[in-house]
């Protein structure tokens, strides 16, 4: 088990090490970007000769070097947390960051939450309760809930409630504190944006995976050892069912949160990651842009490492020992 | 036998409703099962073993099943009155099962242990340290060796054998008095199956249990059972003492279903299949693949079960006068002409 989970690190430092290297390379074969040719017309004007100032802007990125040695600033900068200047915040890098993600966090976190336990438990009802009129519902809702827009749902809920209802807040303001009840309250309805899909496709595993298990002969065992129905499905259908359900829901989590995210925070105009990312693709401000992609790319390849640990303590079957 | 006793299912009909119609799985069955006595049901595929057995205690899936008419009385009690509560508070403690394939009997993801505890401890009284004592001595008791040390194993790190005896200590574990197992040694090699079965009968003496044994292996039955209820599409065939069944078989089913053995005589199969469960035919279920039916048996219900001398009742017109016997092959026809002419 020791040697799996060393293995298992090391396998993701490698993949982290690949994938920045991948983005390193795209990166730097990329041309001249919108702010170094706003950099340059900037420094036309103060009288400098174009060539020049092109000249100069390129050995400010560092692009005087060799690729190598680009490539060696680019690792040692992220690895000591130097990941640049973000020209649209005239911040580095790492101070928007640090400043933005817990916006993200204190919507994202509640709605996975929420959806991870509702749609959990709404599966495993449809499940044990397979062609009831109750399962048809949820599979209404689920399919609703997949097929709604998240910007559409996001626009006619600030419709119906912020302005016809006026009951919530039709966008984000940062003078609440994090956490104040004001803020709670103009946080619902991002919530509920946000968790209303993650809940259905959650759901939907959930029931599939679970159905599985529900004419299990072995589930017919618990049943005639005098188990309460409860029992039975939380002990002898739920827990199997976890296994496939884990790796679902580390992907699809992440996938789900973070592009609704974005959609969200736009929308909303919560500062969160999303929206500062967002901003950053429109201003082509380069490193900020690297630094909210590898984020979630550093989220997920940590959400894959606990995943695998998970399945060797949920599936006593599998055995990485020997691998 | 005047003691009352111990299960008595009196004209059980359980029905499952299906898109292609009423599936009339078990329809009005009747035995009795006496205090530590091994009662074998046997029947072919389909025959309705299983459902009868899962009926007792309300297995079925419901729906689509439902137990749509009949009792069935335990110790007195009618089960099919009583609250889902109230059957539930029986499972396990007081009635153990025992199914057909150990391979699927176990959940995987639990330990052997936890799920011979999971059975102590939904019914007695006791702490974890003492449940998890007595599900190794349990696990003794059913022959698994080191038991201290594999109460802590998985299923899966047992053979197929292994396994079965793990689920036979989890139907013991509450000192059941009667045991339901349904067909526990088909999915096990023939060595194997020699074994579970000394179990059963060393467990039987041992506990005093009652047991109703399912099988379609007449050779199982003829090592295990005190008495026998041939079953055959949803409908009691014959019943009776062992000896009764294979000496001196009554019914034109039981007769080929003996037939069947491998013996002396050489392989006979039994023309034909079963017949559609969802509209049965009138008259005898059997009549179609019987050699002795007549017109009789191809109207109205089923016969009646007609008390034979000794434990030993049949379902057939043959013997309506309560003994008699199956009238000459070449007889039949000849009969037939005679009710024709009176009719």
Known sequence: MKAYIAKRLAWTFFATWVTLTITFILMDLSPISASGAEFVDQQVQAGMDADEARELYEEQLGYGDTMWDRYVNFMVGLATLDWGLSTTYNQPVVDVIANSWIYSFQYVFPATVISVVLGFAIGLYSATHQYTREDYAATLFAFTGISLPNFWFAIMLILIFGVYLGWFPIFYSTEHGLLSLENAHQLVLPVVVLSTSAIASEMRYARAESLEYVHAEFVKTARAKGLSEGQVTVRHIFRPAMVPLITILVGDILGLLFAGGYVIEVIFQIPGLGLVSYEAIIQQDMPLVLATVLVPVFIAIIGNLIQDLCYTILDPRIDFGDR | MTEQPLLSIRDLKTHFHTDDGVVKAVDGVSFDVHRGETVCIVGESGSGKSVTSESITQLIPMPPGEIVEGSVYYDGNDITTMTEDGVRSLRGSQIGHVFQNPQ???????????????????????????????????????????????????????????????????????????????????????????????????????????????????????????????????????????????????????????????????????????????????????????????????????????????????????????????PELEDVDRMDAAIGGAR
């Open chain 2, 104 to 326: 699927g009997a176990l959940n995987p993801v639990y330990t052997v242990g936890y799920q011979i505890r999971e059975a102590i401890l939904s019914h007695r009284d006791v702490s974890k340290a003492e449940a998890r004592e007595l599900a190794v001595e349990l696990l003794e008791e059913v022959g698994i060796p080191e038991a201290p040390t594999r109460v802590d194993d998985y299923p899966h790190e047992f053979s197929g054998g292994m396994k079965q005896r793990v689920v036979i200590a989890i139907a013991l574990a509450c000192d059941p008095e009667m045991l339901i197992a349904d067909e526990p040694t088909t999915a096990l090699d023939v060595t194997i199956e020699a074994q579970i079965l000394d179990l059963f009968r060393h467990l039987q003496q041992e506990l005093d249990m009652s047991i109703i044994f399912i099988t379609h292996d007449l050779g199982v039955v003829a090592e295990i059972a005190d008495r026998v209820v041939v079953m055959y599409a949803g409908k009691v065939m014959e019943t009776g003492s062992v000896e009764k069944i294979f000496e001196n078989p009554a019914h034109p089913y039981t007769k080929a279903l003996l037939e069947c053995l491998p013996g002396q005589a050489g392989l006979e199969p039994i023309p034909g299949a079963l017949p559609s469960v969802t509209d049965p035919p009138n008259g005898c279920r059997f009549h179609d693949r019987c050699p002795y039916a007549i017109d009789m048996c191809r109207t109205g219900e089923q016969p009646p079960l007609h008390d034979l001398p000794g434990d030993h009742a049949v379902s057939c017109i043959h013997y309506e006068d309560g003994d008699g016997d199956l």
